[in-house]
């Protein structure tokens, strides 16, 4: 099994490298191509031939692009991403005051969501065609059916602004107490968890519920193995593939995709930084900010496959 | 009321010194004032006073934006996020009352005497934030700054003017212009021009000699603002602490003031002034002011080429209707040129153009267009420009008159449709001299003269208003050349748009000031929260 685990790997880092490198590439392309640059964003309406070629000349972007490209990539892989065209600060600081934002949001959603969409999932499973599967699958539907800046908003309008139980506004606050954090953290999570835990439920009910059909199931319960062990000895083992798929797909989407999230309770994570990149032309930010998506996603599916073979009993001995 | 600053400062420094009504009658008559009129001021002002301001307290602000782009290095503020900070950390030489007239403020004194060489005496006992004093070599690097092209300064068309800076004496700056410029003072009252300290090249840690220090400052997150206890301007702030941020979203904005995370927010949705303003506990500030969106009709190229045409289009505006749908009612009507009521050279006399429909027919079927489809280029960024090219476009659809109305995304609007296009909109803050706003975009040579209207009469008169020091004549020259505009410029300019800032009723002391809302971004050092 370590040969195999081994080769996964090594044929995964190759992969990785390759489709981190044709993903910059295609950022660095399509943010050039993109109208106007990081000069005229930033002198905007007052912009004159003169003050933008000054300004041009000072950020480096009068050099041609595929040299700029070069430039940067060189930088990136001696672990310097280069300094921000906008602000002139270095990209690692910028990322690097934020991605703790993101991090821990993304931790708290994950060690919500996940146990329970999976525990909801498998008991829809167990109970499939019963009042409490149907009211879980339907709910998980209608609720990722509806867009999240709704739920946001409506959350917003029911806990902030009518009962003011929770702030409207999340801050990163360190000198905040728990209870504080905890408070401010409500509402981001509770909308995250709402989009994510759906694809992760059905996903699980569907893995299990597959499993359940299957010959050997039969020969479990014939042997007297009680609902609840032949469910999670015998027949999650073997659905766990596609569910952690599932689950590292959902996670993947908690760094870089939660920019409604971010902006609606002023949240000041890593997608913001990147949206914001995008608008003012930065692309040295715009280029880091994917490769960290990218990678991010890329290790989320890597370990996503390492779990399943771990888990997989007819993998692990063969 | 016509009633100065300078004279509310005066008054409140009385009546902290303990003057009762009659004192303050013989003050205000001895200013030549008429009885009855004075009379009510003294009212006013004791009353003003029964709600003395109070020290202390904290309070979040937000502004309509947040990116990394923010700064604290003047040159480069681009928006009112930027302004709002600026304000608590820098002064300016002069600031600009509500009539936009120059009043002292680092400068505690200024003169010329033929509109070109120009003299500041600074303020004695000035320090920055650091300690050091306020000397003229901080002047002379501050405004200098802007005219080197490395500095990226979004005032560097107004630098130009400036040929020299010099420190002429201990507490004396002499700035000399390559032309006579009446208005240098107000130029100098812009945000842009903020003094910052000599040799400063990291601007993020704000050392000014404003009202507060800076506590924290994280770009596209927030600031914290502290009082600054040696600030020149006895008795102010009153707040202790100011913590701001920028929220993109509308709504998110009002949900946090409403929820009560917020005390004061910045550009409030027209349609969302209803449910604050039904809200116990929430105020809204309306600042009529000299913002406008506008059409364009290019002379050099397309329909606009054809003075009936543009005729036609600006007997097309609804007026009233475009103030009372699509501004909600916050708006003031304009009238085809770009000086706003509330301004001191505003020309009160030009007859109001109507909405006409049967004129516009005339001047469409002289014009020989009819039948063409006539594209017009509208976009979000340019404020409330797509409703009222839809509203234009159904009024045109009566007259035969078929407009092809092209939304654009706001992403790269300025750079490749405004200026570019032959029918379009624009959008212009306000500008604090008429003569920055009619050089910038009616001047035959500007590069923003967006019509590309060439009048060398216009010109002359531009230049002979700049030079003038005699308010009268100014204004009479300044009248000429709205009318010309009115008359026959390229531009239609259907009404000035107001701001609009949600407060809660605790934060008291905000008054409207024409250049723009959050009391032209300069609130932190005027209000004061209620005691609880």
Known sequence: MNLLILRLLLGRLALACVSLLVVSAVVFTITDLLPGDAAAAQLGQEATAESLAALRHQMGLDQPAPQRYVRWLTGLLSGDPGLSVVSGKPVGEMIGKRLPASLLLAAITAAISVPLALSLGIASAMWRGSWFDRLASSGAVAVVSVPEFLVATLAVLVFAVQLRWLPALSYSNPTASLTDMLRSFAMPVLTLCCVTMAQMLRMTRAAVVDQLKAPYIEMVRLKGASPTRMVLAHALPNAIGPIVNAVALSLSYLLGGVIIVETIFNYPGIASLMVDGVAQRDIPLVQTCAMLFCAVYLLLVTLADLVSIVANPRLRHR | ?532
Do not use: C
């Not at chain 2, 004791?46 to 309070?59: E, V």
């Not at chain 2, 005032?155 to 003017?161: C, E, F, M, T, V």
């Not at chain 2, 300025?414 to 306000?430: I, K």
């Open chain 2, 1 to 532: 009321m016509n009633q100065s600053p300078m004279l509310q400062e005066e008054l409140r420094a009385a009546l902290q010194g303990g003057a009762n009504r009659r004192d303050l009658l013989a003050m205000l008559m001895a200013g030549g004032m008429q009885a009855t009129l004075a009379g009510g001021l003294a009212a006013t002002a004791l009353t003003a006073h029964a709600q003395t301001p109070r020290q202390g307290g904290r309070i979040r602000v937000a502004g309509a934006s947040a990116g990394i782009s923010d700064t604290l290095d003047p040159a480069r503020f681009a928006n009112q996020t930027d302004y709002s900070r600026g304000r608590m950390f820098y002064n300016s030489l002069v600031e600009l009352d509500r009539q936009l007239s120059p009043q002292p403020a680092l400068a505690e004194e200024f003169h010329s005497a033929d509109a070109q060489t120009w003299v500041f005496r600074l303020r004695r006992g000035v320090t920055f934030h650091d300690g050091k004093p306020l000397t003229p070599a901080d002047v002379v690097f501050s405004l200098l700054r802007h005219k080197i092209p490395a500095t990226g300064s979004k005032a560097k068309a107004l630098a130009d003017q400036i040929a020299t800076v010099s420190a002429t004496g201990p507490l004396e700056v002499t700035v000399t212009l390559t032309t006579p410029n009446a208005d240098l003072p107000v130029i100098l009252g812009t945000h842009n021009f903020m003094i910052v300290q000599d040799g400063t090249t990291d601007f993020s840690a704000g050392i000014g000699t404003g009202p507060f220090r800076v506590q924290e400052f994280r770009p596209g997150v927030r600031s914290v603002a502290v009082r600054n206890k040696n600030y020149w301007k006895p008795g102010r702030p009153y707040l202790d602490e100011i913590e701001f941020i920028g929220i993109s979203d509308d709504g998110a904005r009002v949900n946090g003031l409403l929820s009560g995370d917020l005390d004061l927010v910045a550009a409030v949705n027209p349609r969302q002034v209803k449910r604050l303003r039904q809200t116990p506990g929430f105020g809204v500030l309306e600042t009529p002011s000299g913002q406008y969106t506008h059409v364009i009709m290019r002379s050099d190229m397309g329909p606009g080429r054809n003075p009936d045409f543009v005729l036609a289009m600006k007997h097309l505006f609804d007026r009233e209707l475009l103030r009372k749908v699509v501004a909600q009612g916050h708006a003031t009507l304009a009238n085809d040129q770009p000086i706003d009521p509330s301004h001191r050279f505003h020309f009160a006399g030009l007859p109001q153009r109507p909405y006409d429909p049967e004129r516009a027919r005339f001047h469409f079927r002289k014009s020989g267009l009819a039948g063409t489809r006539i594209p017009v280029v509208a976009s979000p960024v340019a404020t409330y420009s797509i409703e009222i090219a839809v509203v234009m476009q159904h009024a045109a659809r009566r007259i035969g008159m078929a407009l092809d109305v092209k939304r654009m995304p706001g992403d790269g609007y300025w750079s490749n449709h405004w200026l570019q296009s032959p029918v379009g909109f624009g959008n212009t803050n306000p500008r604090p001299s008429a003569d920055t706003l009619l050089t910038q975009f009616f001047k035959s040579d500007s590069p923003w003269n967006e019509a590309r209207w060439k009048r060398p009469r216009f010109d002359q008169l531009l230049l002979a208003a700049r030079a003038e020091l005699d308010f009268d004549k100014r204004r009479s020259l300044y009248a000429d050349m709205q009318v010309m505009i009115h008359e026959d410029g390229g531009l239609g300019i259907p009404m000035f748009i107001s701001s609009l800032d949600g407060h809660s009723q605790r934060l008291r002391g905000l008054t409207p000031h024409p250049l723009g809302g959050l009391m032209a971004s300069a609130f932190a050092e005027h209000v004061w929260l209620e005691g609880s």
